[in-house]
């Protein structure tokens, strides 16, 4: 089992930034893929960004040149830095992993609240 810890959100206005970080723990060997999701009141669950154990990233389009995704040295935090924040960016945010061992298996951290106001 893989456990994710999220920290970061919170309130800001347009234009300003916030930093996302997700911890995870557990039996965390074999995570290949660890990423960030949003889900808006009354849309689906949508990606932002997600990096690879290689460091490959894959950004939204909505957020690209707006959002950073990094791992920390340990390899099993990962962060994500949004800059120049518009009212459209507020979700709640998820942080997922992915790990392959016998089989795929997602796991969710509980999610943390972003709200940008205008």
């Known amino acids: 089992q893989v456990q994710l810890v999220e920290s970061g959100g919170g309130l800001v206005q347009a234009g300003g930034s916030l930093r996302l970080s997700c911890a995870a723990s557990g039996t965390i060997f074999n995570i290949n893929v660890m990423g960030w999701y949003r889900q808006a009141p009354g849309k689906q669950r949508e990606l932002v960004a997600h990096i690879t154990s290689g460091d490959n990233t894959n950004y939204a389009d909505s957020v690209k040149g707006r959002f950073t995704i990094s791992r920390g040295n340990a390899k099993n935090t990962v962060y994500l830095q949004m800059n120049n924040l518009k009212p459209e960016d507020t979700a709640v945010y998820y942080c997922?992993?992915?790990?392959?061992?016998?089989?795929?298996?997602?796991?969710w951290g509980q999610g943390t609240q972003v709200t940008v106001s205008s």
């Open positions: 997922n992993a992915i790990q392959v061992v016998l089989g795929r298996m997602d796991y």
